[in-house]
C-alpha cells in the first residue's frame, strides 16, 4: 500500500502539470484505491473561469473512467502554509464517488492535517436521500 508521503508526493508531482493561468494556484490531487493504486489530478482552469475544474474533481473523474470503483483516502496539495481543503462542490464528488475517505492535507513540504470526509461534508445529500 502506498505510504502517506508516497501519496502527497504524487499529488506535488500532479500539480506541476496545473493549467492555473488565470489564479495562478496550482492544486494537486492524489486519490487512492482500495487496492493500492493511485490515481493523480490537477486543476485544469478555463477563460471563462466557472469551468475550471479543481485537481480533486480531475482525479477522480479520471479513476472512473479508468474502471476504479473503491477509494480509500485522498492527498490535496498546494504550495501555501495553510492546508487546501476541497471546495464544497469537490467535496459532493469525493462523497457520491468515493464514500468517507480520509482526506490529507499538504503543501510542498508537509503533511497539514487529515480530516475524514464526513467531517467536511457533515449532512450530505446523496442518493440515499433520493427514494
Ligand atoms: N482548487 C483546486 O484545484 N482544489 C481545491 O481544493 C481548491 C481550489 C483550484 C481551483 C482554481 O483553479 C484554483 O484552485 C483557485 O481557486
Same mark, same amino acid.
Given at each position: 500500500m502506498p505510504t502517506t508521503t508516497l501519496l502527497l508526493d504524487a499529488a506535488r508531482a500532479a500539480r506541476l502539470?496545473?493549467?492555473?493561468? $488565470?489564479?495562478?494556484?496550482?492544486?494537486g490531487a492524489a486519490l487512492q484505491t482500495e487496492d493500492g493504486k493511485v490515481i493523480t489530478g490537477c486543476n485544469v /482552469?478555463?477563460?471563462?473561469?466557472?469551468?475550471?475544474?479543481?485537481? /480533486? #474533481?480531475?482525479?477522480? $473523474?479520471?479513476?472512473?473512467?479508468e474502471g476504479?470503483?473503491? $477509494?480509500? #483516502?485522498?492527498?490535496?496539495?498546494?504550495?501555501?502554509?495553510?492546508?487546501?481543503p476541497p471546495c464544497?462542490?469537490?467535496?459532493?464528488?469525493?462523497?457520491?464517488?468515493?464514500?468517507?475517505?480520509?482526506?490529507i492535507l499538504g503543501n510542498l513540504v508537509a503533511e497539514k492535517g487529515r480530516y475524514w470526509l464526513r467531517e467536511l461534508l457533515p449532512v450530505p445529500f446523496d442518493a440515499r436521500l433520493l427514494g
Open positions: 502539470n496545473a493549467h492555473a493561468p $488565470f489564479s495562478k494556484f496550482k492544486v /482552469e478555463n477563460a471563462t473561469y466557472g469551468l475550471t475544474l479543481c485537481a /480533486e #474533481r480531475v482525479a477522480m $473523474f479520471k479513476a472512473i473512467s476504479h470503483r473503491r $477509494f480509500v #483516502r485522498v492527498a490535496v496539495v498546494a504550495d501555501t502554509e495553510a492546508p487546501t464544497g462542490a469537490c467535496r459532493q464528488i469525493l462523497w457520491e464517488l468515493g464514500g468517507d475517505l480520509e482526506v
